[in-house]
């Protein structure tokens, strides 16, 4: 390959680990093995494609492998920090140019368009700008009442601006004038324009605002499922069988002196699917909204989104504990067969515990062996928790025989997490609702929300939406519901909770 094809590959290359960053930051998270995996390759061929340049290039010319580096970091930086088109960077990368004469090439270019520049050059950079962004951004959430603990510097002084006045001072900022004079429908029509530039000020702090709104909503969400189920991590869409290795593969044999080791063959047992399913919601800042400077649009409606999708999970995942479906063994969750439901409804009772402890440290594997579960989480419907810690709280007990009679159960308060959840009593209606003994997370499985890529933090993005008058978002988040393993959760029927009204 000639040096400038040697200098193109490296382009395409390096913007290829571009899309990967690039994808997890858009995404809030960090590569996934598999992306590591492809980034750290493609390093590898960046590192061959350098030797090669370094081997054709004259030694009086020949950068060392640092600057180089160096030079392309920077080169990028600069053309992202000035909106220069991928194809200008390109082959400011590939003819060796200097980051001087980038530089210079920006700044004319920059003059010609007629962009504001003053005395010391340029005034507003990327950096500034993005800090700018940060602060309206973090501005506009805190006049709606959302608490942010560490806002950006200048967010205080921006808070008493309207929608109105930071829309102005974002587009004088781009160099627009004459904004004051407008009404305030002509400069939503003027915002609406600029919706979809990628550079543009005013839609860039709606975003991160409503971003910043949806994630303190979706942390501070009163849901219980995540705290006993287990969480997940798929790569795509597709239908994984989740084979593993069990059985006799524990079992190790004594070895006397001078005898063969004994081959031992792991059993492959078939257990659940696993899928994800894309679950999404879309909403609209109207033209209206603007108008009136509705501010609660940007930090009462994202954080409303982000709880109805953390009780989406939630629901699906109490629905599967009340309406017992059929799992992977073509048998029900909670069955005599499996051994994880009491014969008959109780309340919270001493010997109600000992049963469903009983039950759960009984398991037994596929293949006969012991189960080791230690039970952890108590799931109750509200009702419940009362008794639960009156049991477990009470060092003695009352008997006929013994007024002081040591609580067997009382060693196990700071072994067990109470999780009360009315979800329970909704979805079991006026009947008697049940209540549940989990195994610890590490011990078995019992029921798993996976995600996609790991990533349970819903993304937002800005949408076309014809027809409609105001700035459009999608919501959308990837997730999918799996019984891994009946044995990890013991039932008891429960009896009917008398409401107080």
């Given amino acids: 390959m000639t040096l400038e094809q040697l200098k193109a590959k490296k382009v395409q290359l390096v913007q290829q680990q571009k899309q990967l960053t690039t994808a997890a930051k858009d995404g809030k998270r960090d590569l996934s093995s598999e992306e590591q995996t492809q980034f750290d390759n493609l390093q590898r061929e960046i590192d061959e494609v350098d030797g090669q340049i370094k081997a054709l290039l004259p030694d009086t010319i020949q950068p060392t492998l640092e600057q180089e580096r160096t030079r392309i970091a920077e080169i990028t930086q600069m053309c992202r920090d000035f ?289 080791i579960i230690r039970p952890t989480y108590f799931v109750v419907p509200v009702g419940y928790s009362f008794a639960v810690y009156e049991i477990f709280n009470s060092a003695t007990i009352n008997t006929t025989s013994n007024t002081q009679a040591a609580n067997p159960l009382y060693r196990y308060r700071e072994m067990l997490e109470v999780i009360e959840d009315p979800t329970l009593n909704v979805l079991a209606g006026t009947g008697a609702i049940p209540w549940f003994v989990v195994g610890d997370k590490s011990d078995t499985d019992s029921i798993e929300v996976d995600y996609l890529n790991g990533n349970e933090i819903p993304t937002i993005r800005r949408m076309e939406s014809p027809g409609t008058l105001g700035f459009v978002w999608d919501i959308y988040l990837d997730w999918g519901i799996s019984v891994m393993d009946y044995r990890g959760i013991v039932k008891n029927p429960g009896t009917t909770i008398a409401s107080p009204f």
């Fill in 83 to 371: 909106g220069v088109d991928d194809k200008d960077l390109q082959r400011y990368i590939s003819d060796g140019t200097n980051q001087d004469q980038v530089r210079t090439a920006i700044l004319d270019k920059m003059k010609a368009d007629g962009q504001p520049l003053n005395q010391r050059g340029i005034d507003v950079t990327k950096d500034s700008e993005d800090k700018y962004r940060e602060a309206a951004a973090d501005a506009l959430v805190m006049r709606g009442g959302v608490n942010i603990e560490k806002p950006s510097e200048g967010a205080r002084e921006l808070m008493g601006m309207s929608l109105r006045d930071l829309a102005i001072e974002a587009l004088e900022k781009e160099g627009e004038q004459g904004l004051l004079r407008m009404s305030t429908d002509e400069l939503f029509g003027r915002l609406t324009r600029a919706y979809f530039n990628p550079t543009a000020a005013f839609p860039a702090i709606l975003d991160t605002a409503i971003n910043k709104a949806y994630v303190e909503g979706h942390r501070t969400a009163a849901v219980t499922f995540d705290k006993w189920t287990k969480k997940g991590t798929l790569k795509d869409f597709k239908t994984h069988d989740n084979n593993y290795l069990a059985g006799p593969a524990g079992e190790f044999l004594e070895v006397p002196e001078g005898a063969e080791i004994k081959h031992d063959t792991p059993s492959d047992e078939k257990k659940p699917t696993r899928k994800l399913k894309t679950y999404a919601r879309q909403f609209t800042m109207t033209r209206q909204a603007f108008i009136n400077d509705d501010i609660d649009f940007l930090s009462k409606i994202p954080s409303k989104y982000a709880t109805a999708a953390r009780k989406t999970q939630n629901k699906q995942v109490y629905n599967i504990l009340i309406n017992n479906p059929v799992i992977y063994d073509g048998t029900k969750l909670f069955t005599t067969a499996h051994k994880n439901v009491l014969a008959s409804g109780t309340g919270i009772t001493a010997d109600a515990v000992q049963k469903m402890f009983l039950a759960l440290q009984m398991q037994t594997d596929e293949f006969g062996d012991a189960v």
